[in-house]
């Protein structure tokens, strides 16, 4: 045998043997990769559908409740329209109105259907409206053996307003299931709207298409990558065979590209795997090389798109999530399972309070679909702000607002960004106004209280119901300052004032003296703050002006919203826009409410409504005394009638 057939057969021998060796190691690395493929790939859907799971119970849950308060609150005042001031109740001849049938019976809807419905029954038990006839004109103390739970919750609506629960039930394939129930008066009736709802039905529908589209995208993937792994084997067995065999120094360049063309993607992918486990589903490999791996790349592209759209998903959650509390608050909520966990800290935060003055009595005449939208009009310009200045707001009651700086995260300048935000909000009310004013609606005035001190900040509550809220005597004293604002005003608690004086420009200041607290507390009325914020409310411009003929008025004292006593000898002899002086002959303390009846030249009550708080008392001739009363409350035909007696007109 020649040397060159040696050096040939060897040279043939030794490519025949290294292309056996290629495709055995690409065999082996192939398979290696795909089982990581698709075992991070099943790891990373299980985790995201798990933690939708339980996120969107968690959300959803919350957002059924308040579905079911607004149903049963929506229909108690639908029904106080119809029914309220009425002396007696013809129960027979109500259950036949077809309209008040369909007011009082209202089936509570989720995107996959009716979940609940509302009734109606008085104060003594016994129903008057329920979808199933047979039971209407019962008492619903007559199943309190059968339903313990639902009874006790029954019993306590008689004497208590907006009473909610849980309770347990079996249906029909007698599996045990939970509702939520919440009960409501009907202002000015006997008669309690009860809201119920199977609770479990807000959610296990989106949580089984959650579950379902997971267990979809894990076994499209499994078979999509089973099956290219298998076509790419294949392929790769039998072009390296006769690449090796049929070609010497072609064979071997052909062989490193071939090992290239494969290689390479399966890097990329094999790349792309460990950005997914790290929790990167934007991630793309390019989609090159052989049309096996072409397909493979795509079938993993396709993944991590899906993946984006679960992920996105989440995020809408935590944004839906989010108008019910703050973003800060549900993105902790949601990322972070000992923020979930009931408990608190003490922490020094600062307390801001707003309120409207005499909101509900200008809102009395008002239709509720336009209260709603005069009060979302203010509340949506005061929410923003406080967004903007990065408050938490802990609750809305009404037109009141309880917002809190320095929690849950860290705030350095908490007080100063606070007092900021009440600046601005009272700045942002001539907006507002405006608005009111263009749409033919009353004027509005709020007065914001700012309190600094150290409270117990967390999630206060139970398993089924958690607030991340504010408590402590610094929350009380926040609020006992509110009360002593007048409309316009921004009034600052003592440890407040230590932290911004430097920065805020002070008008009145004042010594009161406040219920729980011992001796006198001086408050600041802030009118304006310098940088970086640079707020300043405009002056505004009180003069009294003495009258040439005094108007008489009689004069009704306020304690809790309530009427406490009558003045009827008084009459104003200097009168402003927003304050007047009165005369009278009676007792009234410093900083009372007060609602003032305005009477013509006729004695005739000049109709319209004011209220307003007392800020001086002095004594007068006689017995008489000399009261400061600054307005908080004017309606548009009262606001008309001083002008007129200013001459302004």
Request: proline share 3%; with cysteine; glycine share 8%.
């Amino acid at each position: 045998m020649s040397i060159r057939i040696y050096l040939i057969l060897s040279y043939l021998g030794l490519i025949i043997l290294l292309a056996f060796g290629m495709w055995a190691i690409a065999d082996r690395f192939q398979d290696k990769l795909a089982g990581q493929i698709l075992t991070v790939a099943k790891r990373a859907v299980q985790e995201v559908t798990a933690a939708n799971t339980q996120a969107t119970d968690k959300i959803l849950t919350t957002l059924g409740e308040y579905v079911v308060k607004d149903k049963a609150e929506d229909v108690a005042r639908e029904l106080a329209n119809l029914l309220a001031g009425k002396k007696t109740y013809d129960y027979a001849a109500l259950r036949r109105n077809p309209k008040l049938r369909k007011i009082a019976i209202q089936n509570i809807y989720t995107p996959a259907g009716p979940a609940g419905y509302t009734d109606l029954y008085d104060k003594n038990g016994f129903i008057l409206f329920h979808p199933d006839k047979n039971v209407e004109g019962r008492n619903q103390l007559e199943w309190q053996e059968e339903y313990p739970e639902t009874t006790e919750l029954v019993r306590r609506s008689f004497s208590e307003n907006n009473v909610s629960g849980y309770y347990t039930f079996f249906d029909q394939n007698n599996r045990q299931r939970t509702r939520y129930s919440v009960r409501v008066h009907v202002p000015g009736t006997p008669f309690i709207v009860a809201a119920i709802v199977n609770l479990d039905e807000f959610f296990l529908p989106t949580q089984e298409k959650i579950q379902q589209a997971g267990q979809e995208i894990s076994v499209r993937t499994e078979d999509h990558i089973a099956q290219h792994q298998k076509v790419i084997d294949q392929r790769v067995k039998l072009g390296s065979l006769i690449a090796g065999l049929a070609l010497a120094v072609a064979g071997i360049l052909s062989g490193f590209w071939l090992a290239g063309t494969i290689s390479r993607p399966i890097l990329r992918l094999r790349d792309g795997v460990r950005q997914v486990g790290e929790g990167d589903f934007a991630v793309a490999v390019p989609a090159k090389g052989v049309k096996e791996v072409v397909h493979l790349a795509q079938s993993f592209n396709q993944l991590g798109q899906q993946l984006t759209e679960y992920i996105e998903k989440r995020d809408f959650i935590r944004d839906t999530f989010g108008r019910y509390v703050t973003q800060e608050v549900a993105k902790r909520l949601l990322e972070s399972k000992e923020a979930r966990e009931l408990g608190g800290e003490t922490r020094e935060v600062t307390i801001l309070i707003s309120d409207l003055r005499g909101f509900t009595a200008l809102t009395a005449d008002l239709e509720p679909e336009a209260v709603v939208n005069f009060l979302n009009r203010y509340l949506g310009k005061m929410i923003e702000i406080l967004t903007d200045h990065r408050a938490v707001i802990d609750e809305i009651i009404g037109d009141g607002i309880l917002a809190f700086f320095g929690a849950p995260e860290p705030m350095a300048d908490h007080p100063v960004r606070a007092v900021a935000c009440a600046l601005a909000m009272q700045a942002a009310m001539d907006e507002v106004n405006a608005l009111n004013h263009a749409d033919g609606l009353p004027h509005l005035e709020m007065g914001v209280a700012v309190n600094t001190g150290e409270v117990v900040v967390g999630n206060i509550g139970s398993e089924r119901r958690t607030k991340y809220s504010v408590v402590g005597a610094q929350v009380n004293l926040a609020s006992r300052i509110e009360a002593y604002a007048v409309g316009g005003q921004v009034l600052i608690g003592p440890a407040t004032y230590k932290r911004v004086a430097d920065l805020i420009e002070v008008g009145e200041t004042m010594e009161v003296g406040m219920k729980g607290v011992p001796g006198k507390t001086t408050l600041y009325e802030v009118q304006g703050i310098g940088e970086p914020y640079n707020i300043y409310l405009k002056e505004k411009y009180e003069t009294l002006t003495p009258l040439s003929e005094k108007i008489n008025l009689h004069l009704q004292r306020i304690s809790e919203k309530i009427i406490v006593g009558r003045i009827d000898t008084a009459w104003v002899t200097q009168l402003s826009e927003t304050t007047a002086t009165v005369i009278l002959a009676g007792e009234l303390g410093e900083w009372e409410d007060v609602r003032l009846r305005l009477l013509d030249k006729n004695e005739n009550e000049v109709p319209g409504k004011v209220y307003g708080k007392v800020t001086s008392v002095k004594p007068g001739e006689g017995n008489l005394r000399e009261a400061q009363i600054r307005f908080t409350s004017v309606s548009p035909e009262i606001y008309q009638f001083i002008r007129q007696a200013l001459g302004r007109v």
